[in-house]
């Protein structure tokens, strides 16, 4: 047990470097590129590089959150949801998080917030509907996992900061889409410096390993790894019918979500940062014992 916690510190604590050399990278980026313009450019860039940093902080949750259209709920509205976390949270070591519950048929959910005193679960409906009791309570110790691990915080960041970009790229979709990306030859362009770059930061910060992770902490929670496989199961089969549209936000911070909500391919597919989902329940078998 004592080993089980000093490596999950030893996660808290790297996901805090990661979160600090994200922005001390983003902050050295911005104050180059002001350098380019003078003494009064590096001046602006000062500014717009603090202000940055305080948004990255303090609001990364809420850029995933409004990228699915998430409301918050109460336990009057979802009963359910709430008790369920309300029971997971003493076993993942990690307070009461907000509950927030996206309008969409997508079968998906995600954690984010820079630590585990702000943070926040999203179920979609599409889960809620889909997923009996069980499932959801695997679901949900994931989620809680990713929370007690400090997962969320250098993964909300990379978030903020990669839609902070596609922001500049002044794009509305990054391709994919039904009108097919089209965003203008100037948003082509930036597009095509700025989106690898988005991406970049995204797969620099977050790797697939945390899934296998949070998976495998989650069965400590719950103390049912054949759950969250049977959860996955049902997810892997509906996110390949349902995908979410790819939308500058959603593309930005679909590395959160349990399963990967969008098609692979354009831009979306440089920002894949999740692994193969039936390599994931070949491994909550093994735990529980099954033999291949």
Request: charged share 20%; proline share 6%.
């Amino acid at each position: 047990m004592l080993v089980a916690t000093g490596a999950r510190e030893v996660d808290v604590q790297r996901n805090r470097v990661k979160a600090v050399v994200l922005l001390a990278g983003l902050s050295a980026l911005g104050l180059l590129a002001g350098s380019w313009f003078g003494p009064a450019g590096l001046l602006v860039a000062a500014v717009v590089v603090v202000g940055l940093n305080c948004y990255v902080v303090r609001r990364s949750d809420t850029i995933a959150l409004r990228a699915m259209r998430a409301y918050p709920v109460s336990e009057a509205e979802q009963p359910v949801l709430h008790r369920v976390v309300r029971e997971l949270t003493a076993p993942a070591r990690v307070p009461m998080p907000r509950l927030y519950v996206s309008p969409t048929r997508a079968v998906n959910a995600f954690a984010t917030g820079r630590d585990p005193a702000h943070a926040a679960v999203c179920c979609t409906e599409g889960i809620l509907e889909l997923l009996d009791e069980r499932e959801l309570r695997a679901v949900v110790g994931h989620e809680l996992a990713h929370i007690r691990r400090g997962d969320t915080v250098v993964s909300s960041m990379a978030g903020a900061v990669a839609s902070v970009v596609m922001v500049a790229a002044g794009l509305r979709v990054l391709g994919g889409g039904r009108d097919g990306g089209q965003a203008g030859p100037v948003g082509r362009a930036l597009l095509t410096v700025l989106g690898p770059v988005a991406a970049a930061v995204v797969r620099a910060t977050v790797m697939p390993a945390r899934e296998y992770e949070a998976d495998a902490e989650a069965s400590r929670i719950t103390g049912d790894p054949l759950g969250l496989a049977a959860a996955l199961r049902k997810l892997d089969a509906s996110t390949r019918r349902l995908v979410l549209p790819p939308e500058r936000d959603i593309v930005a911070t679909s590395h959160l979500m349990i399963a990967s909500p969008l098609q692979q391919t354009g831009l979306a597919k440089l920002f894949a940062s999740h692994p193969p989902m039936a390599e994931r329940v070949a491994r909550l078998e093994q735990r529980a014992g099954y033999r291949r």
